[in-house]
């Protein structure tokens, strides 16, 4: 193709491809030309920046909708770059992701009776306003979504797509998050606006306001704010005026309002990073998930959809209680961040041992005190290294009858799925945010004679293209 990086084309979305990417096929004198656009819907005519160029495939990302599906339906919310299919019908949302989910696992695991192995597709119990935590963007930078221009101007909302400095305004409920706290946030923006104080300019690395985190919970419908700023104009801030204001407008529901100061100059900067203080209430939220409660914390990792998550939950213990048990077999959680999966485990079975195990200190302590507050005493966790676990500990070793994974999206490094196979289980139960990282280490599993007996898709994320998958794998030289 005679386009590169950076060209603007016009092309017609012919399928669906998967991690919500939209398929076109180009003719040339050498056959099709695949195009593959992040966040396009099939039967959509889109103007597409190329971000990568190969031989045989290009990446691009949508800069105009020229003319929309017959797929899409009118709604009444504004439409945000983390949400580009909430204008599909959740029946074709599902659909697609099942069929690309499908291809993925069967291109790169080679699961040849995939559809006999398939259990079912999980859906979100609610499927809008299901998210417990977003991210808002300052900017002077503001792209304006009518006009599709960009002004000098105070920002907050969603930065535009393909773009870390541009920020379009949230002036109404995304469908996304909290729907109150959404129509709240135009008021809150012209709030600080008035100060005086400066957004943030991404180019510049200078202003005042950068992010507002907002975290959810669901079972006491309660909210947690965490501000976000530099230090330059701190001294001008009124921080105690704006948490009044808020708690002003939405009452009770304010859990909590923090106001970090944080001079890193990274766009994508841990927000957590830099001094922070309570101005208001505490600094945590309980949520419920399956009658258990857990502290969630600004820097906990916590499943986006609380709601769902209890589906996919049910469905990681089906699994584990899927074969037999006996009097001191061991069920190994590995990643088990704040041990959500592992409490759960040991209150719905009983007699059941569970450890957790996490290299991370933090996240043990916190799993340790959820599982103090939930009375649970069939749990233990560990700050461990997993391939250096059963040096540490060999007490477990034979023991270990079922390994649950819950890695990150990038899935489980090679060295350590090796690590994870010497422990010798007689199966494992592996959740995964990301299906074709899943495929990945399923494929390795099976050449380590691990059978897939079971596989599921659950739909956490609805209007995006991510799915989330529960496997079930069985040793085929252990007895199970």
């Not at 192995?117 to 991210?135: A, G, Q, T, W």
């Not at 930065?159 to 949230?170: F, I, P, Q, R, S």
């Not at 649970?376 to 040096?391: H, Y």
Request: hydrophobic share 35%; glycine share 8%; aromatic share 10%.
């Amino acid at each position: 193709m005679n386009f590169k990086r950076g060209h603007i084309i016009e092309v017609t979305i012919d399928d669906f491809a998967f991690g919500g990417k939209g398929l076109s096929r180009i003719q040339t004198d050498k056959g099709p030309y695949v195009i593959f656009t992040q966040g396009s819907i099939v039967g959509q005519r889109v103007k597409a920046k190329i971000t990568k160029k190969r031989k045989s495939y290009s990446e691009a990302r949508v800069i105009k909708v020229v003319q929309k599906s017959p797929l899409q339906y009118n709604h009444p919310y504004q439409e945000i770059s983390g949400g580009p299919y909430i204008s599909l019908p959740i029946e074709r949302q599902h659909a697609f992701k099942k069929s690309t989910s499908f291809d993925v696992l069967k291109r790169f695991a080679e699961i040849e009776n995939l559809e006999e192995v398939f259990d079912e597709l999980v859906d979100s119990p609610i499927s809008h306003h299901y998210r417990n935590k977003m991210e808002y963007s300052f900017s002077e930078i503001r792209h304006d979504i009518h006009t599709n221009t960009e002004h000098d101007d105070f920002g907050l909302g969603f930065k535009h797509t393909g773009t870390w400095w541009k920020v379009e305004n949230l002036d109404k409920d995304s469908g996304m998050f909290d729907q109150q706290w959404e129509e709240l946030l135009c008021e809150i923006r012209k709030w600080c606006q008035n100060t005086g104080l400066r957004a943030w300019h991404p180019p510049k690395k200078e202003g005042f306001f950068r992010h507002i985190v907002v975290r959810k919970s669901f079972s006491n419908d309660q909210l947690l704010i965490n501000l976000i700023t530099s230090s330059d104009g701190v001294d001008q801030f009124d921080s105690s005026g704006l948490a009044n204001f808020i708690q002003e407008k939405i009452g009770n529901r304010l859990a909590g309002f923090i106001h970090t100061v944080n001079d890193d100059v990274a766009d994508r900067a841990k927000l957590e990073n830099g001094n922070s203080n309570l101005i208001l209430g505490k600094d945590i939220i309980v949520e419920r998930v399956l009658g258990l409660d857990f502290e969630v914390s600004m820097e906990s990792f916590f499943q986006t959809n609380p709601k769902c998550a209890e589906k996919l939950y049910s469905k990681v213990v089906d699994y584990v209680v899927a074969g037999s048990f006996d009097q001191s077999a061991i069920v190994l959680d590995l990643f088990c961040g704040t041990g959500t999966i592992g409490q759960i485990l040991a209150a719905k079975v009983q007699g059941l041992k569970v450890v957790g195990v996490d290299i991370v200190e933090s996240a043990i302590e916190n799993a340790k005190r959820n599982a103090e507050r939930n009375k649970i005493s069939n749990v233990d966790f560990v700050a461990a290294d997993v391939g250096k676990f059963l040096k540490k500990y060999p007490d477990y070793q034979g023991k270990i009858n079922t390994l649950v994974l819950d890695p990150p999206r990038a899935g489980i490094a090679p060295k350590t799925l090796k690590k994870v196979i010497a422990l010798d289980s007689q199966r494992i139960v592996y959740v995964s945010c990301n299906p074709s990282t899943q495929a990945r280490d399923t494929k390795t599993l099976g050449e380590a004679g691990y059978e897939l007996k079971k596989i599921s898709l659950v739909d956490q994320f609805p209007h995006t293209g991510h799915v989330e998958s529960v496997a079930l794998f069985e040793s085929t030289s252990s007895p199970v």
